[in-house]
T-cell receptor
């Protein structure tokens, strides 16, 4: 099992550009989460998918952020246009079922820098 | 809403010494508590969790945690620290086992000196 795979590992982009972060969850996991980690705000849940359907997007900062899960093995988080304050580490995590009982497996993250 | 507080931002410990990381939770009902570890450049890994039963929970990598309802605490301990334990440690809480949302503390960075 390769774990949760995120790409790219690092992304540096200029303000105003579109950024797309990618995630491949563990095969068989039907819950997927996008988290953002910053020094100021710590770990924040951005969006939660269950069976490819967005269940809770209340953590998405604003309309510049969007997330999709077109199938069980792929998800994207898009920022358009990007701003310097979006600089953070973005984690994807997956779980076998809904519920913390099953535990979450995190990817290694994408470190985004917007200049 | 549930929340956790990790009072220590940074702890330095000598290799072979014991380690204790503090976590206090705020939640009216029975909390469901977790400790995660984040090694440099890596994602978070679950160390252990407490849902019910024995208040002393054993985890991976030789870690244990004790749930104390009277003190609203869930402190993480390790009797003898190895250099590879240098990492950031996060306490987290959920309302129920079926809840998908984890609320994380701010984290404690552990430095291990030789």
């Amino acid at each position: 099992d390769a774990g949760v795979i995120q790409s790219p590992r690092h992304e540096v982009t200029e303000m105003g550009q579109e950024v797309t972060l990618r995630c491949k969850p563990i095969s068989g996991h039907n819950s997927l989460f996008w988290y953002r980690q910053t020094m100021m705000r710590g770990l924040e849940l951005l969006i939660y998918f269950n069976n490819n359907v967005p269940i809770d997007d209340s953590g998405m900062p604003e309309d510049r952020f969007s997330a999709k899960m077109p199938n069980a093995s792929f998800s994207t988080l898009k920022i358009q246009p990007s701003e310097p304050r979006d600089s953070a580490v973005y984690f994807c995590a997956s779980s076998f079922e809904q519920g913390v009982w099953y535990g979450y497996t995190f990817g290694s993250g994408t470190r985004l820098t917007v200049v | 809403a549930q929340s956790v507080t990790q009072p220590d931002i940074h702890i330095t410990v000598s290799e072979g010494a014991s380690l204790e990381l503090r976590c206090n939770y705020s939640y009216g009902a029975t909390p469901y508590l977790f400790w995660y570890v984040q090694s440099p450049g890596q994602g978070l890994q679950l160390l252990l969790k407490y849902f019910s039963g024995d208040t002393l929970v054993q985890g991976i990598k030789g870690f244990e945690a004790e749930f104390k309802r009277s003190q609203s605490s869930f402190n993480l301990r390790k009797p003898s620290v190895h250099w590879s334990d240098a990492a950031e440690y996060f306490c987290a809480v959920a309302r129920t086992p079926n809840d998908y949302k984890l609320s994380f503390g701010a984290g404690t960075t552990v430095t291990v000196r030789a």
